[in-house]
Structures are given as structure tokens and as C-alpha cells.
């Protein structure tokens, strides 16, 4: 597609649910982050793919988290037994080399909120 | 620590001003970033700096390596700049660290 595709836009979930963000790149972009802001903060880094290479998972902020890219392209963020802490809106990008050096695409985001 | 600061947090100014926001990193960078995210929390990728000077319309993006700073200037501003500008830094690891972001208000 034309931009960084992420689905849904929009999730609230019940505390102690798992959930499932995905994030669909633009096409060719070999590396792929997750970020998220919470209501009134900065972003902040949770996971990024580069091409085969093993992930950077360091800013994931806990065991709950976990991320995958399947062959490349769309990525799934999963967050297990979600906590009221984890709402926050969760950004997808994408890029066509690391350090972005063509720029970064983002998506529009998934806004999570946990009741 | 690898860290980004921003400054000013919060600007608020006539259409028409001169706009400049500041950036300034700890440590040796690969690259550097300017985004704008407007109120709906879009984010848009507006420079990538690794030396010197990049111009896009009534957008400036300087960046000194040896000074470790970079500065996003605005000709002309307007009201429909008003958003929030944040600095990213590509360090060694390859992910970006954002500073905090600068809230630019353009008042008509």
C-alpha cells in the first residue's frame, strides 16, 4: 500500500485480556518499529526488525510484550493480560534501510484503552 | 546514557515569526530526525540530517556534529504549522530516541 497500514484503530479491552496490534509496512522497507505514547508523553521505543536480522526487543516493557514479523512484512504486536498502564496510543513504523535514512513512514496508530 | 533534549517545551508566536526550535544530543549520532505530529497524532517525517543544512519550503533543518545540536527553523509561520515538532536521534543501536517534543502554537 501506499502508507504504513495499522488495525485496529482503535481497541478497548478488558484488564486481563490478551490483545493483538498488527502493522502492515509499505512494501520493500526492511525495517519495522513499534513505539508508543501514552496520554501526554513522549514515544517511547519498544521493538524493532531489520530485514532477518534477530530483533531489538530492549524496550519492551515487560514479559507481557511480545512482537513478530512474518516473512518480512506485517508485523503483530501482542500484549497478554493487559494492565490499565499499557493504554496508550501504539505506533508503527516503517523504513526502507535502518537509521531511517530515507525517512520514516508511521502509521496512524492503534489508541488502546484498558478498563 | 544516549539522551535528546529539546527546547523550548512549549512556543507560543504571531503568524508571521520567525520560529526555531533546538535540539541537542549526548553522544556521536548516525543521523538525526525532525517529525511533526499534529493534534489528530500523526506523525510526519519533515527531515533527516547527518551534516549540514536541508530546506523544504519555509522549513531549515541545521545540524552541528561537532556541537552535538541541531535547530528546526520556520520562515513565515503560520497556523497551520502549529503541532508538535520532535527530534529523533539515530545512536549506534539503530532505533531512534525522541526528545520530548516542542509544542508550536501560531496564534493569527
Known amino acids: 500500500g501506499a502508507g504504513v497500514s495499522q488495525s485496529p484503530s482503535n481497541k478497548v479491552t478488558e484488564k486481563g485480556k490478551d490483545v493483538e496490534l498488527r502493522c502492515d509496512p509499505i512494501s520493500g522497507h526492511t525495517a519495522l518499529y513499534w513505539y508508543r505514547q501514552s496520554l501526554g508523553q513522549g514515544l517511547e521505543f519498544l521493538i524493532y526488525?531489520?530485514?532477518?536480522?534477530?530483533?531489538?526487543k530492549s524496550g519492551l516493557p515487560s514479559d507481557r510484550f511480545s512482537a513478530e514479523r512474518t516473512g518480512g512484512s506485517v508485523s503483530t504486536l501482542t500484549i497478554q493480560r493487559t494492565q490499565q498502564e499499557d493504554s496508550a496510543v501504539y505506533l508503527c513504523?516503517?523504513?526502507?534501510?535502518?537509521?531511517?535514512?530515507?525517512?520514516?513512514?508511521f502509521g496512524s496508530g492503534t489508541r488502546l484503552t484498558v478498563v | 546514557k544516549n539522551e535528546v533534549e529539546q527546547s523550548p517545551q512549549n512556543l507560543t508566536a504571531q503568524e508571521g515569526e520567525f520560529i526555531t526550535i533546538n535540539c541537542s544530543y549526548s553522544v556521536g549520532i548516525s543521523a538525526l530526525h525532525w517529525l511533526q505530529q499534529h493534534p489528530g497524532g500523526g506523525i510526519v517525517s519533515l527531515f533527516m540530517l547527518s551534516s549540514g543544512k536541508k530546506k523544504h519550503g519555509r522549513l531549515i533543518a541545521t545540524i552541528n556534529i561537532q556541537e552535538k545540536h541541531s535547530s528546526l527553523h520556520i520562515t513565515a509561520s503560520h497556523p497551520r504549522d502549529s503541532a508538535v515538532y520532535i527530534c529523533a536521534v539515530v545512536f549506534g543501536n539503530e532505533k531512534l530516541t525522541f526528545g520530548t517534543g516542542t509544542r508550536l502554537t501560531i496564534i493569527p
Open positions: 513504523a516503517s523504513s526502507l534501510t535502518s537509521a531511517g535514512y530515507y525517512g520514516y513512514t
Open positions: 526488525f531489520q530485514g532477518n536480522s534477530a530483533p531489538d
